[in-house]
Every structure is written in structure tokens, then in C-alpha cells.
């Protein structure tokens, strides 16, 4: 008995975006550890910087940092305020 298939009204669901959203924060999230690790690591392995340039990574890491938190947060992350 031969048959034949007929798909009928078959739609694909739209993509959910909040599974979106947090796999790109997640990934966003990572660049930037990432960044922080790199900015911080001359200062903590002992390398020769300038006050000046201490100042200039140790900001931008808090950035980094805040950047993270940020990115967690609005996907669902709980943080102390």
C-alpha cells in the first residue's frame, strides 16, 4: 500500500529570544573576562609599568568588570546592589 506524505500547514516556530539574548551575553560576557585578564596581567606578573599605565589598565579592568556584570545581569544574574 503505497502512500503519499502531505505536510499541511507546517510552520517552524519563531526562535525564542531570551535563549538568544543569554548565549550572546554569555558570549560578550566571556570577551570581556577575557580583556580583564590581559589588562590586568602585567600588573599582577610583575611587568615594568608606569604608574600612569597602572592607573589606565586598572581602570579599564573595572570597566571590564562592571561591563560583565551588566551583561549577567540583564539576562537574569542576581548581584548584590
Same mark, same amino acid.
Given at each position: 500500500?503505497?502512500? @503519499?506524505?502531505?505536510? @499541511?500547514?507546517?510552520k517552524?516556530?519563531?526562535?525564542?529570544?531570551?535563549?538568544?539574548?543569554?548565549?550572546?551575553? =554569555?558570549? $560578550?560576557?566571556?570577551?570581556?573576562?577575557?580583556?580583564? @585578564? =590581559?589588562?590586568?596581567?602585567?600588573?599582577?606578573?610583575?611587568?615594568?609599568?608606569?604608574q600612569?599605565?597602572? +592607573?589606565?589598565?586598572?581602570? =579599564?579592568?573595572?570597566?571590564? +568588570?562592571?561591563? @560583565?556584570? $551588566?551583561?549577567?545581569?540583564g539576562?537574569?544574574?542576581?548581584? $548584590?546592589?
Amino acid at each position: 500500500m503505497g502512500g @503519499i506524505l502531505v505536510k @499541511i500547514g507546517c510552520k517552524m516556530t519563531d526562535p525564542r529570544d531570551w535563549p538568544n539574548n543569554a548565549s550572546d551575553a =554569555r558570549d $560578550r560576557a566571556a570577551e570581556a573576562a577575557s580583556d580583564g @585578564i =590581559r589588562t590586568l596581567e602585567p600588573l599582577v606578573m610583575g611587568g615594568g609599568v608606569s604608574q600612569e599605565e597602572r +592607573f589606565v589598565r586598572e581602570a =579599564r579592568a573595572l570597566n571590564l +568588570f562592571q561591563r @560583565i556584570a $551588566r551583561l549577567l545581569e540583564g539576562v537574569g544574574a542576581k548581584t $548584590r546592589p
